[in-house]
């Protein structure tokens, strides 16, 4: 059976992806497996970091590309739209360093992961990443000739790249108010303490996640989280559309697994229902102060997606670090995540 590559949902963290990716599971012609790709993505990452010597950074991780509320031109990021398409080969190493970083933080979500047939046969990224994709769907479901894809959180940068290696793939961008996005953050321990990240982490990738699904806007499928709730059914049937799937009436949404699911929402509320409306949560969960903030930083990306925002005054500088802090405190943060408590320099990148 050939091997294709159909589909990408991409979107932030907290903002609708796993639904969205269980619409999609929901019909028998279509397949979307969950986040495992955003650490090859990060492989990838440190693969071209390391072969191209104009970039001085390496760093397995990904970054938010933000300065001065604009996408600045960094060599990384020009030079994913100019050079790369997935094509350069992945090392045996790199293959199992892949797995096993699943083994390693993604196993409650991938409990099959030891079925998963790693191939020594030489081959690129691009070629790896869809070998991956089919040995997901093989050892999870049960369907055969469907429309196959992946869900990809905090990687807008990629987009350019993917439409290069798979040139009929289809791009769904999902976006949804950041103060939602912070409140279910934030309250989202029961994926761990890792999901947690500083308040201004958010903040620059849901602007990074904004802008440039501005700048390509023109390959993307764009679907506001809020409409997807508010008007399921046409959202739905829209969505089946655009991936060429027939439409049908959803009555329980399935998984990876071919299972029954329930949303995975991070509030406490009753999850026996097709759709959970949060969408006014975060006034109940984040105080008036923080929410304050967050649409003064943000202000700008609110009003152009239509969200209300509730302050329009200027904060003074010290106020938001004190805010922030006290946030931020709650919780301790890896290495990685620590330029975001610089409040100063982040600060001077926001206002």
Not at 58 to 85: A, C, G, M, P, R
Not at 283 to 306: A, R, S, V
Not at 308 to 337: A, E, H, M, P, T
């Amino acid at each position: 059976m050939k091997k294709n590559f159909d589909f990408l949902i991409i979107g932030n963290f907290r903002s609708g992806t796993s639904f969205l990716s269980n619409i999609i599971n929901s019909n028998k012609r279509g397949y979307c497996v969950y986040d495992p790709f955003i650490f090859l993505i990060k492989i990838y990452n440190l693969h071209i970091q390391k072969k191209n010597k104009s970039i001085s950074s390496i760093n397995i991780d990904l970054d938010h590309y933000i300065k001065n509320n604009k996408i600045y031109e960094n060599s990384l990021f020009t030079n994913l739209k100019k050079k790369f398409s997935f094509k350069e080969n992945i090392s045996i190493k790199d293959r199992f360093l892949f797995i096993n970083i699943l083994k390693k933080i993604k196993s409650y979500q991938h409990p099959n992961l030891k079925e998963i047939l790693i191939t020594k046969k030489k081959m690129s990224f691009r070629i790896f990443f869809k070998h991956c994709l089919h040995e997901f769907k093989r050892v999870n479901s049960k369907k055969t000739q469907v429309v196959t894809g992946t869900k990809i959180s905090w990687c807008e940068e990629y987009i350019p790249v993917f439409k290069k290696a798979y040139p009929k793939i289809k791009i769904l961008f999902i976006y949804r108010d950041i103060k939602s996005i912070i409140s279910s953050a934030i309250n989202s321990e029961k994926f761990g303490k890792k999901a947690v990240r500083p308040i201004l982490y958010y903040i620059f990738f849901w602007k990074k996640s904004i802008l440039l699904s501005r700048k390509y806007k023109n390959h993307l499928y764009i679907i506001k989280y809020e409409k997807l709730i508010s008007k399921f059914n046409q959202e739905a049937k829209n969505i089946y559309k655009y991936l060429g799937l027939k439409n049908i009436k959803i009555k329980k949404l399935y998984d990876q697994f071919d299972f029954f699911w329930t949303p995975n929402t991070s509030y406490k509320v009753k999850r026996n229902k097709k759709i959970i409306d949060t969408q006014k949560h975060y006034k109940k969960m984040l105080d008036k102060e923080l929410i304050d903030i967050i649409d003064y930083l943000c202000k700008d990306e609110l009003n152009l997606l239509g969200y209300k925002v509730n302050n329009k005054k200027k904060i003074n500088k010290n106020i938001i670090k004190k805010i922030l802090k006290k946030y931020d405190s709650k919780n301790i943060f890896g290495r990685k995540y620590r330029k975001y408590l610089n409040y100063n320099k982040c600060l001077d990148n926001l206002i």
